[in-house]
């Protein structure tokens, strides 16, 4: 392969990988953020539970809890110290286990490798070559795994109205749960039938439901389990609770997409200054190859173009910080 062909596709490697770390890294720490409304309602959902955690009967914990930590390896009980690998799956909805995720992820870091091994600066295109690659199946969890937790959002209201008119009928909230996963479509009919069959397997609804908030991590889901469990030991009408929890969420939407439109033009201009310096490099490269290779063989300009990739990192950090306003 001649050089001509190497360095652009190199260039769009490079950006394509920067861009994967950036997003990765960013809803690494977007999932682990937290504000007052959640640790209230998390704080109120373990005092609520606690009382039926206590029981004699181990029965009624959630299996969710029990003895699936047992059965993991010992490098994944190391790994869940950083980062539950199996809990991201489950939660991306994908059909592949954490050591065929890890085996793909190395795989893809060593073919980096490979192709930067096969460039002119291969000091510098090896080490980051595999870094890219390796970066791409987790890019691709995260991506899932936030497709597939909007999805569920998205069906919130529905699913909400859906039960509150089971319950007007008279049926049990069981019975509500089934017909969610019966009627409605993935993913929060399968989230739905599993917390019916933990039921009719001998679990409480209270753990149940508090085993759905650990595999959905949704704000609008803990209203609407620390409302079901209240409602249970209160009383009152559960039917209602669910009609505003669904037109709260409604409204949530229609606040969303305006601040969406709102923000469209620092959206926009976030992807062009992240996407300029690739295609600037692109075409130069086209014009004159000899100029553009001094970044690439001359020590200082492969320090210029690392320092590059970091302030372009932080740059897309803080235009998603900007952009990023949180309904």
Avoid at 26 to 44: G, I, P, V
Avoid at 191 to 204: A, D, N, P, R, T
Avoid at 312 to 318: N, W
């Amino acid at each position: 392969m001649s050089l001509t062909l190497i360095l652009p596709i190199t260039v769009a490697a490079a950006f394509v990988g920067v861009a994967a770390l950036a997003a990765a890294v960013f809803a690494l720490l977007r999932s682990h953020r937290d504000n007052t409304a959640e640790a209230r309602l998390e704080a109120l959902a373990k005092s609520t539970l606690q009382a039926a955690w206590n029981e004699p009967d181990e029965a009624l914990r959630p299996a969710v809890l029990s003895d699936e930590t047992e059965r993991r390896p010992a490098w994944e009980l190391w790994l869940t110290q950083f980062l539950d690998l199996r809990l991201l799956i489950r939660q991306a909805g994908v059909r592949v286990t954490p050591l065929q995720f890890l085996s793909f992820s190395v795989l893809l870091a060593f073919l980096g490798g490979v192709l930067g091994a096969a460039t002119q600066a291969a000091l510098f295109a090896v080490p980051f070559g595999a870094g890219v690659a390796g970066t791409l199946p987790a890019l691709w969890l995260f991506w899932k795994r936030r497709q597939r937790l909007a999805k569920f959002e998205s069906q919130m209201p529905d699913a909400m109205d859906l039960l509150a008119r089971s319950l007007r009928a008279g049926h049990r909230l069981a019975d509500g749960m089934r017909l969610i996963g019966e009627e409605m479509a993935e993913p929060i009919a399968a989230e739905f039938h599993h917390c019916y069959q933990q039921q009719g397997l001998g679990i409480s609804i209270e753990d149940s439901l508090d085993s759905l908030t650990l595999r959905v991590p949704n704000l609008d889901l803990r209203f609407f389990v620390n409302a079901i469990l209240l409602q249970r030991q209160t009383g009152g009408d559960t039917a209602e609770v669910l009609d505003k929890i669904a037109f709260l969420i409604r409204q949530r939407f229609q606040i969303r997409a305006q601040v969406k439109a709102l923000t469209g033009e620092g959206r926009l201009s976030g992807a062009v200054l992240l996407g300029m310096p690739v295609v600037l490099a692109i075409y130069m490269h086209c014009r004159n190859p000899a100029y553009l290779m001094v970044l690439f063989q001359d020590p200082l300009g492969q320090k210029m173009v690392l320092a590059a990739i970091v302030l372009q990192i932080i740059g897309a950090l803080v235009i998603k910080k900007i952009v990023d306003i949180k309904i």
